[in-house]
């Protein structure tokens, strides 16, 4: 069934910062209260959305990025999917998705090739992969499994809140493309400036005002993510939902059970 066609409702989320203990290598930038704050909470306070059942929405506030720190990162992700996954995948490291988002980009793909690229550390890399079931190594070549087995992610939107300066804002939120499927400015009022409107058409952003709450879950061309870090908010989502999972104490006990004792 069409997303669209399910009435609105208010969606229930889960919400990621500086405040909640996540520690699985993304750190956050501590918020600073003031307008842009308030706009935020704001529009976090009336959020509403059109999805489709086993759809979960996580969020995460002002997450430190490469690029920087959005104010808002939503991750629209499918439990069902994701249930099925290895627990292992909760050891691997930012370094293991950029190796996977390559091989998922090449396909099978000569293990020396992958060591000339990555350097020695890959091999380790393509264990820890292995060990998660994602990827399979056999006679030299590795190889990822179906990506819509691996990636749960529906869709990601990214939040600029500004104030003033909707330009500088347009500027950040073009940068976020590299991750998002679809990247957008908050602003307190829609500028009035024609030049506003069309230079974020340009860019292929968005322009929102106070009065959008409501996110519209559409039905995605493809789920296959567009960079790493797509993968890492595909995993850190999972992860998250995983410190309330059998599947979060079967890990931590597998850590412990390797552990060297004096």
């Known amino acids: 069934m069409n997303p669209a066609l399910h009435p609105l409702e208010h969606l229930s989320y889960n919400l990621i910062d500086s405040e909640v203990g996540f520690d699985y290598g993304l750190s956050f930038r501590k918020s600073r209260s003031g307008p842009e704050e308030d706009l935020i909470l704001n529009f976090l306070s009336k959020l509403s959305s059109k999805s489709e059942p086993g759809i979960q929405l996580t969020i995460f506030k002002e997450p430190w990025l490469e690029s920087g720190s959005p104010d808002l990162v939503g991750v629209f992700w499918h439990l069902p999917t994701a249930e099925k996954w290895s627990c292992n995948r909760i050891d691997l490291q930012r370094f293991d998705f950029r190796l996977l988002h390559q091989l998922a980009c090449w396909g099978k793909t000569d293990a020396a090739a992958i060591q000339n690229l990555f350097g020695r550390r890959s091999s380790a890399s393509l264990d820890r992969l292995q060990a998660a079931s994602m990827i399979t190594v056999q006679h030299g070549e590795a190889s990822v499994f179906p990506v819509h087995k691996l990636y749960a992610v529906r869709h990601i939107f990214a939040i600029e809140a500004k104030i003033g300066d909707w330009r500088n804002a347009l500027r950040q939120a073009f940068l976020n493309r590299w991750f998002a499927t679809s990247s957008h400015v908050l602003l307190p009022r829609m ?24 996110l519209a879950l559409k039905p995605p061309i493809s789920y296959e993510p567009i960079s790493y870090a797509s993968w890492l908010f595909n995993d850190w989502a999972w992860k998250h939902w995983t410190q309330s999972s059998s599947c979060y104490a079967e890990s931590k006990h597998h850590l412990l059970d390797q552990q060297v004792l004096p």
């Open 191 to 214: 500028p009035s400036n024609g030049n506003a409107v069309a230079e974020a058409r340009s860019l292929g952003v968005g322009l929102w005002g106070p009065e959008v709450s409501k």
